[in-house]
T-cell receptor
C-alpha cells in the first residue's frame, strides 16, 4: 500500500520566520501535488512536481521533489499570517490519488 | 477558468430526508470525484467518474448514490443518512492523471 507521511503534523511559528514541511514515502510516485486548505473550504492546488530533483518556486514558497521521486518538501520564506492553513501533499497511486494527513500551519502575527 | 462549483454551501438534513449535492465544472475535465472530509483529517475518496462512467466506488454505503448526468455535472444523492455522515463533502475534477481541482465543498450536518 502506498502511503504519504507528512511532518510535522502541526507547526506554529512567528511571522517572518522560515519553515520547511516534508512529505515522505517508501514508494515512487510519478508526480506529487501540494495543496493548501483553509477551514471550511476546498483544497487549493499550489504546485505539481513531476521530475526527480525538480524545484519550483511560487513567490515565497519553494517546492522540491526528491531525486528518487519518493519525497517532497515545501519551504516557506518569511512566513506571513496568510500562510496559515492545512498543507496537503498528494500523489498518484496505482489507480487513485493518495493524500498525506497534512501539516497544520499556524503563523502568529 | 479553474473553477469547480458546488451547491449548496451548507445543508442540514434529518435522518429520514432525501437531498442532493451538486457539482459543476466547465474545464472540459473528464474525471470527477467525490470526497468526504471530517474535521482535521485529509479528504477521503468516495467515488470516481471517468468519461461519465463510475470507475471507483470506495465501498461507500448505499445511502450515498452518485450520478453523472453529463461531463460537466456530478450529483451525490443522500438518503437515510446517519449523524456520523456529517462532514465536508468535496467535489473535484481532473483532466490529467496528476492534478485535481477542488470545489469549495458542502458542509453537511445530519440531525
Amino acid at each position: 500500500t502506498q502511503l504519504l507521511e507528512q511532518s510535522p503534523q502541526f507547526l506554529s511559528i512567528q511571522e517572518g520566520e522560515n519553515l520547511t514541511v516534508y512529505c515522505n514515502s517508501s514508494s515512487v510516485f510519478s508526480s506529487l501535488q501540494w495543496y493548501r486548505q483553509e477551514p471550511g473550504e476546498g483544497p487549493v492546488l499550489l504546485v505539481t512536481v513531476v521530475t526527480g530533483g525538480e524545484v519550483k518556486k511560487l513567490k515565497r514558497l519553494t517546492f522540491q521533489f526528491g531525486d528518487a521521486r519518493k519525497d517532497s518538501s515545501l519551504h516557506i520564506t518569511a512566513a506571513q499570517p496568510g500562510d496559515t492553513g492545512l498543507y496537503l501533499c498528494a500523489g498518484r497511486g496505482d489507480d487513485k490519488i493518495i493524500f498525506g494527513k497534512g501539516t497544520r500551519l499556524h503563523i502568529l502575527p | 477558468d479553474t473553477e469547480v462549483t458546488q451547491t449548496p454551501k451548507h445543508l442540514v438534513m434529518g435522518m429520514t430526508n432525501k437531498k442532493s449535492l451538486k457539482c459543476e465544472q466547465h474545464m472540459g475535465h473528464r474525471a470527477m470525484y467525490w470526497y468526504k472530509q471530517k474535521a482535521k483529517k485529509p479528504p477521503e475518496l468516495m467515488f470516481v467518474y471517468s468519461y461519465e462512467k463510475l470507475s471507483i466506488n470506495e465501498s461507500v454505503p448505499s445511502r450515498f448514490s452518485p450520478e453523472c448526468p453529463n461531463s460537466s455535472l456530478l450529483n451525490l444523492h443522500l438518503h437515510a443518512l446517519q449523524p456520523e455522515d456529517s462532514a465536508l463533502y468535496l467535489c473535484a475534477s481532473s483532466q490529467t492523471r496528476y492534478e485535481q481541482y477542488f470545489g469549495p465543498g458542502t458542509r453537511l450536518t445530519v440531525t
